[in-house]
């Protein structure tokens, strides 16, 4: 098992690639506190990894709250006794859709405050606990959209796009305690989020839903999206001795979206 015995807090742990990164790293041996907003989510994944001989807690938490990540992480250090991994996963979906100059400005600040300053927090309060064992592993979710500009979703790009450059300033000052932080961006993948996205989207640009979800795969290498357990294990690998010599990268897992069509208003 490559992460056996590990704590890892994952936020945005009950749904998409966060439920499938939170049983990914159960079967791997790691005891997993899975966070988010929904608690029932949360719950649903807890039972699927104790109903396998694992160990798991839910525990709510809003990212954009500061008192609420400190409460996550005292918590998870009471009854697991450390926090050798954070997966910062939770984000606030693109919902903008409008240009700049006609963007709602309530859509920025939630998605700095989540997406953004939520992944800048969580660090900072793990890093408390990890700094002095001079051992721990941070791996930040971004996206493509943090590659190449995203036409309309500005908060989402913003966000994504300074995810990466934390990723690469928090590796420099972590490293000399012997904490790794990389990050990862995924493409297209197939969660409840990016089906809502395809809707919207199609509806945007007077499509269906099947021709909006047939041109995004073909603007892809591999002509398809990737599934929520694909980038999982992407996200163990990061988490795992595996890239032991890996600190400061970016990982893409994209089936080959940011090698074809670089520029993002390719999507739609």
């Not at 990894?49 to 694992?54: E, L, Q, T, Y």
């Not at 920025?108 to 660090?123: E, F, I, K, N, R």
């Not at 500009?149 to 450059?165: D, L, N, Q, R, T």
């Amino acid at each position: 098992m490559k992460l056996k015995d590990k704590v890892a807090i994952i936020t945005g742990g009950g749904s998409g690639i966060g439920r499938a990164t939170s049983l990914a790293f159960a079967r791997e041996g790691a005891k997993v506190v899975a966070a988010s907003r929904h608690l029932s989510r949360l719950e649903e994944v807890a039972e699927a990894i104790k109903a396998k001989g694992g160990k798991a807690r839910a525990i709510q938490t809003d990212i954009s709250d500061y008192e609420q990540i400190k409460r996550l992480v005292a918590q998870t250090i009471d009854e697991f006794g450390q926090i050798d991994i954070l997966v910062n996963n939770a984000a606030a979906m693109a919902t903008n859709n409008a240009d700049t100059v006609d963007m709602n400005l309530d859509n920025w600040d939630t998605a700095l405050a989540v997406s953004l300053t939520g992944t800048m927090l969580c660090a900072r309060e793990v890093l408390k606990n990890m700094i002095p064992r001079k051992s721990g592993n941070i791996v930040n979710v971004s996206s493509v959209a943090g590659l190449s500009g995203v036409p309309k979703e500005s908060p989402y790009a913003a966000c994504k796009w300074g995810i990466i450059g934390f990723t690469e300033t928090l590796a420099i000052e972590a490293g000399k305690y012997n904490i790794r932080v990389n990050c990862i961006s995924p493409g297209a993948t197939l969660t409840d989020e990016f089906d809502e996205w395809i809707k919207r989207s199609a509806k945007d640009v007077g499509l269906t839903y099947e021709q909006v979800m047939t041109k995004l795969c073909d603007n892809n290498a591999l002509k398809r999206a990737a599934k929520p357990e694909e980038i999982a294990n992407c996200i163990v690998f990061l988490a795992s001795d595996d890239s032991s010599a890996m600190t400061g990268s970016n990982l893409v897992a994209s089936c080959g979206f940011h090698i074809t069509h670089p520029n993002m208003i390719s999507l739609v």
